[in-house]
């Protein structure tokens, strides 16, 4: 999952990070003011970062393993 969040673009990284990883929490206004970046376009940019996130071969194959160990679990 590193490998394929290291492969995003760095404006990518960034705002995932604010949203959901070590600076989670932060409101839109504090990510559109640290990223300059409008408030309005932090969700569609979120969508086509986690879009490219998902993409990855390397996601896939992570997310595939997941899918293979939640259903051994069942």
Same mark, same amino acid.
């Given at each position: 999952? +590193? *490998?394929?969040?290291?492969?995003?673009?760095?404006?990518?990284?960034?705002?995932?990070?604010?949203?959901?990883?070590?600076?989670?929490?932060?409101?839109?206004? *504090?990510?559109?003011?640290?990223?300059?970046?409008?408030?309005?376009?932090?969700?569609?940019?979120?969508?086509?970062?986690?879009?490219?996130?998902?993409?990855?071969?390397?996601?896939?194959?992570?997310? +595939?393993?997941?899918?293979?160990?939640?259903?051994?679990?069942?």
């Amino acid at each position: 999952l +590193q *490998e394929a969040f290291a492969g995003l673009p760095e404006h990518c990284r960034r705002l995932i990070t604010m949203l959901y990883g070590s600076g989670a929490g932060a409101s839109y206004a *504090e990510i559109s003011e640290r990223l300059s970046m409008p408030i309005g376009g932090i969700g569609p940019t979120r969508s086509r970062c986690l879009a490219k996130l998902r993409r990855d071969p390397v996601f896939v194959r992570w997310a +595939q393993g997941r899918e293979t160990t939640k259903e051994v679990a069942t």
